[in-house]
T-cell receptor
Framework: GNSVTQMEGPVTLSEEAFLTINCTYTATGYPSLFWYVQYPGEGLQLLLKATKADDKGSNKGFEATYRKETTSFHLEKGSVQVSDSAVYFCALSAPDDNSGGSNYKLTFGKGTLLTVNP | NAGVMQNPRHLVRRRGQEARLRCSPVKGHSHVYWYRQLPEEGLKFMVYLQKENIIDESGMPKERFSAEFPKEGPSILRIQQVVRGDSAAYFC?????????????FGEGSWLTVV
């Protein structure tokens, strides 16, 4: 089946530090990959995505590259801000056997809590 | 902003009562998903519906839980005879299509507390 493993937190950084959150996946077929962010008390917001190997998703200074050879989609940001404090979820979308291959539901990692201190 | 709308945002129920969570998808979206987030855990898929049809309910507990997405009106996730272990955040999501790379948009969640 499909699964996502991401770096366990919590991660605590100082403002302007470099961020990496590791994410690896297992999937049947050729998945699309996503990073979602959840701010305290809110729902999930799509941060970035990549749909094929070597694609780089980017948004708000965050980047992640789809690496098929290492089945990875690590999230990076060169200089974090206090406002980046949130939980980050790596996810994949791939056909699912439970619906005859018609359900491209999202499979999530457990989330990584990031706290950025001033 | 016509995003995914969920209500209520917060719901408190006593053990044995029923909880009913509502979700209005993004306008024009016919695919709805429900996910559950338990404390200290990630999001777990529960059910995927298209208008009037349940496509995949592989993540739904076998008893007490049901979901519908009628032709008119919001999608409803219904939990009968709630127990403490049902306390969680329930997220609804919607998409216009289903397929590779398709983006799924999430609502702000309904936080259920069972006392």
């Amino acid at each position: 089946g499909n699964s996502v493993t991401q770096m366990e937190g919590p991660v605590t950084l100082s403002e302007e530090a470099f961020l990496t959150i590791n994410c690896t996946y297992t999937a049947t077929g050729y998945p699309s990959l996503f990073w979602y962010v959840q701010y305290p008390g809110e729902g999930l917001q799509l941060l970035l995505k990549a749909t094929k190997a070597d694609d780089k998703g980017s948004n708000k200074g965050f980047e992640a590259t789809y690496r098929k050879e290492t089945t990875s989609f690590h999230l990076e940001k060169g200089s974090v801000q206090v406002s980046d404090s949130a939980v980050y979820f790596c996810a994949l979308s791939a056909p699912d056997d439970n619906s005859g291959g018609s359900n491209y539901k999202l499979t999530f990692g457990k989330g990584t809590l990031l706290t950025v201190n001033p | 902003n016509a995003g995914v709308m969920q209500n209520p945002r917060h719901l408190v129920r006593r053990r044995g009562q029923e909880a009913r969570l509502r979700c209005s998808p993004v306008k024009g979206h016919s695919h709805v998903y429900w996910y559950r987030q338990l404390p200290e855990e990630g999001l777990k898929f529960m059910v995927y519906l298209q208008k009037e049809n349940i496509i995949d309910e592989s993540g739904m507990p076998k008893e007490r839980f049901s979901a519908e997405f009628p032709k008119e009106g919001p999608s409803i996730l219904r939990i009968q005879q709630v127990v403490r272990g049902d306390s969680a955040a329930y997220f609804c999501a919607s998409s216009q299509l289903t397929g590779p790379g398709n983006t799924i948009y999430f609502g702000e969640g309904s936080w259920l507390t069972v006392v």
